[in-house]
């Protein structure tokens, strides 16, 4: 079994589209650790906020068809294929880290170097897994965050799935 987390993010329809993604997870993997939902603005263009969460989750899925499934569900969220790398977008599902992989294995970057780059996706990855190590950095999520020094703006956001808060985490 493999401990993958995956990031969801989102800037169009959040919500809605958020909330998609997570119903879409749940039905495949059953139980999900979620961190809070941090709404932060767009990086890398202009743009209307996005709202980002981390997930974990344990399976045997192979790599590639976790890969594929994921893109499946963006595009079942009306994900748009064919536009600039830095837009909108309806959902944008990541495979941050599966196990202890490191490299381009099956084509997927592992782990995925926005971990490092992006507070959006540190920030909730330190807070739902703030002892595990990085696998090249080995160095634990927590102390990344706490060492983490570019100016990107995140808040947590009130947020509601299948009935409960998930956001702010208690």
């Known amino acids: 079994m493999n ?4 990031s969801i993010g989102s800037n169009q329809e959040t919500v ?3 909330r998609s993604a997570l119903d879409a997870l749940y039905e495949r ?17 202009d743009g209307e906020n996005f ?12 790599l590639a068809s976790l890969a594929d499934w994921l893109k499946a569900v963006e595009d ?21 880290t599966y196990g202890d992989k490191v490299g381009q294995p099956e084509g997927v970057e592992l782990p995925r170097r926005e971990i490092l780059k992006n507070a959006f996706v540190l920030k909730p ?18 102390a990344l965050w706490n060492d983490y020094s570019r100016d990107q703006r995140l808040w947590a956001i ?3 799935w299948r009935g409960g808060v998930i956001s702010p985490r208690r």
């Open 125 to 142: 990855l330190a807070e739902i897994a703030p002892e595990e190590l990085h696998p090249t950095e080995q160095r634990s999520y927590g």
């Open 76 to 96: 079942n969220n009306g994900r748009q294929r064919n536009v600039a790398r830095y837009s909108s977008r309806t959902l944008d599902l990541d495979i941050l």
């Open 16 to 18: 809605r589209h958020v």
């Open 51 to 62: 709202l980002n969460l981390v997930v974990g989750l344990d399976t045997d899925e192979p």
């Open 29 to 45: 993997f059953g139980d999900l650790i979620i961190s809070s939902v941090y709404e932060s603005e767009a990086v890398g263009f």
């Open 3 to 6: 401990r993958v987390y995956i």
């Open 158 to 160: 009130p947020f509601e």
